[in-house]
């Protein structure tokens, strides 16, 4: 009794170092604003990857009460976890499943289909499963060929199953003119064609993401589709329409150190101080998704302050220099990715500032980091 109203007090509860805060209030405003770009085009979040480090349960229980069409992922083993957190909202699974898979127990998933092998699985284990048919419209990834589609068709047929919608995906959206997207975009037209002589009628038909609903023109969208899958942009990462990030990455100084002139830093000892200098030990490496290459060039915030990385980030720790900060304690709180897109440490910034995508930063981001939505 005594240890369960500590607990309820608060008291000898575990307090974690690193934390992942995730915005209810900015991932909510992101979905209404992508929602309200086209009555005529419906947006599915994408929660796959975890949902893009953001916490995959955290993020579908935020959504789950906005009756969504559904929730992407990429696995069965995501989908199978929304099933044991009780989320109601149905789910599509986008990725590879291997048919044997499916024997174990009926699931209440629907299945993208670009190969016979999956659809016999599915409808000898799986009958009452709706499938998504992934027509490949020149990303040459996954999904049927076009010209291989008449004769795939006739052959899905055999298997008599529910055929909810009709899928692709976009290679490249820079603008409405760009000609990758415009090929792509007249091939999924030809490819919807051949499916209604066949007599399809999809509930769902979608090849955009959130590029193509942001960067495409909706009038010639919403034409052939009446959906599109919304990851990058849910999250708050591009800064066009007022959308807000969702996410921020937290951890607290953990030692406080001061090292002379030419004391040499980290593996290998890549930076060396130039003058007497205040440095802080913090307890999150690459292993917690700090990026390697962000060593000796990314930047932390503290207050108002940014803290360059010294020397190469380690696997669970990482030194900054507290220099720029008056007072610096132990404990104090440390904010390795920003929400403010404004910030050096922002996701974008900081992705671009090592030449990748800010996708790649926010998957590294360790599932055992506790996450909270609030």
Not at 176 to 201: A, H, M, S, W
Not at 289 to 309: A, H, M, T, W
């Amino acid at each position: 009794m005594i240890n369960k109203i500590k607990s309820i007090l608060g008291f000898n509860t575990y307090q974690p170092l690193n934390l992942i805060e995730v915005s209810k209030d900015n991932l909510l405003a992101n979905y209404k604003y992508l929602s309200s770009l086209s009555s005529r085009i419906k947006v599915a979040p994408v929660l796959k990857s975890n949902a893009y480090g953001h916490g995959l349960i955290q993020v579908a229980k935020v959504l789950d009460s906005q009756s969504c069409p559904f929730f992407c992922v990429d696995s069965i083993y995501e989908a199978y976890e929304l099933l044991k957190a009780r989320i109601k909202t149905p789910v599509l699974i986008m990725g590879y499943v291997d048919p044997n898979n499916l024997k174990v127990k009926t699931l209440p998933f629907s299945f993208a289909v670009w190969n016979l092998e999956l659809a016999e699985s599915i409808s000898k284990y799986q009958s009452q499963a709706p499938i998504h048919l992934f027509i490949d419209t020149g990303m040459h990834r996954e999904g049927v060929q076009l010209k291989d589609l008449p004769v795939f068709l006739v052959e899905l047929k055999k298997y008599n199953l529910k055929i909810e919608g009709v899928m692709s995906h976009s290679a490249s959206v820079k603008n409405e003119t760009d000609p990758l997207y415009l090929n792509q975009l007249e091939n999924f037209k030809k490819g919807l064609e051949v499916c209604k002589r066949e007599g399809i009628k999809p509930k769902w038909t979608h090849i955009a993401a959130s590029d193509g609903l942001l960067n495409g023109n909706l009038n010639q969208l919403f034409k052939i589709t009446n959906l599109a899958r919304i990851g990058l942009s849910l999250y708050g990462i591009s800064e066009k329409n007022g959308l807000k990030a969702a996410l921020t990455f937290k951890t607290k100084i953990v030692q406080i150190k001061h090292i002379k002139k030419g004391g040499r830093v980290g593996y290998d000892g890549t930076f060396t101080a130039s003058k007497d200098m205040t440095i802080g030990i913090l307890p999150a490496g690459y292993n917690d998704g700090i990026d390697r290459r962000l060593s000796n060039k990314g930047f932390v915030k503290i207050e108002d302050k940014y803290c360059k990385i010294l020397g190469r980030v380690s696997m669970n720790l990482c030194t900054i220099d507290l220099s720029p900060v008056k007072n610096p304690q132990i404990g104090s709180e440390v904010i390795i990715y920003s929400d403010n897109p404004k910030d050096k440490n922002s996701i974008s910034k900081l992705a671009s500032s090592i030449y990748t995508i800010p996708y790649e930063l926010l998957i590294h981001l360790t599932s055992t980091t506790k996450r909270i939505a609030a």
